[in-house]
């Protein structure tokens, strides 16, 4: 399937960071738009707020006929304890 592996990547990714640094994701922004999703990465990008693209994490819930494609992004958090 087309765009597998991309996908498969990032969700490593995300699994390894929550392993090795121990934290949350927090909801930044949630939309359904997608266009606006990337707009707001981008400001986050142009802003300085995230530097390291695998402090994010891109969350698409399927839509149906009751409800809507939606798309999240999240951040990471690392625990203040460590």
Same mark, same amino acid.
Not at 26 to 33: I, V
Not at 51 to 71: A, E, I, K, M, N
């Given at each position: 399937?087309?765009?597998?592996? =991309?996908?498969?990547?990032? @969700?490593?990714? $995300?699994?390894?960071?929550?392993? #090795? ?7 930044? /922004? ?7 999703? =990337?707009?707001?990465?981008? @400001?986050?990008? $142009?802003?300085?707020?995230?530097? #390291? ?7 698409? /819930? ?21």
């Amino acid at each position: 399937m087309p765009g597998q592996r =991309k996908r498969k990547r990032s @969700r490593e990714r $995300a699994y390894r960071r929550a392993e #090795d640094v121990p934290g949350r994701w927090e909801p930044l /922004f949630s939309t359904q738009e997608q266009a606006e999703m =990337k707009e707001y990465v981008r @400001r986050l990008h $142009a802003e300085g707020t995230v530097t #390291d693209p695998s402090q994010l994490r891109f969350d698409t /819930f399927c839509g149906r006929l009751v409800h809507p494609t939606s798309y999240r992004v999240s951040i990471f958090v690392p625990d203040a304890r460590s």
